[in-house]
């Protein structure tokens, strides 16, 4: 059974950081394109960050400068730094494997950036 489980979100007060993660069970990441979208209340889903199993990442333009995605596929778990939060960040982030039209999603971890 593929499950991937996100981590590290919470709230965080505008200009702070988080670390969320990405752990994976019943498959094996390194063979997968992966991505981190977001979702806020009443706002349709949204692509945040994008690596290749080659390691060459992408991002929305939103988070360009501010978010930097990386994977340990010894650890086959995928992480998204977040830095220079703002209240626009807020959203319940979701780890995905393979593409949007895969279906391994994970649960998503909430992000609540507010003072």
């Known amino acids: 059974q593929v499950q991937l489980v996100e981590s590290g979100g919470g709230l965080v007060q505008p200009g702070g950081s988080l670390r969320l993660s990405c752990a994976a069970s019943?498959?094996?990441?390194?063979?997968?394109?992966m991505g981190w979208y977001r979702q806020a209340p009443g706002k349709q889903r949204e692509l945040v960050a994008t690596i290749t199993t080659g390691g060459s990442t992408n991002y929305a333009d939103f988070v360009k400068g501010r978010f930097t995605i990386s994977r340990d596929n010894a650890k086959n778990t995928v992480y998204l730094q977040m830095n220079s939060l703002n209240p626009e960040d807020t959203a319940a982030y979701f780890c995905?494997?393979?593409?949007?039209?895969?279906?391994?999603w994970g649960q998503g971890t909430q992000v609540t950036v507010s003072s």
């Open positions: 019943g498959v094996t990441l390194s063979i997968f394109p």
């Open positions: 995905n494997a393979g593409g949007s039209r895969s279906p391994y």
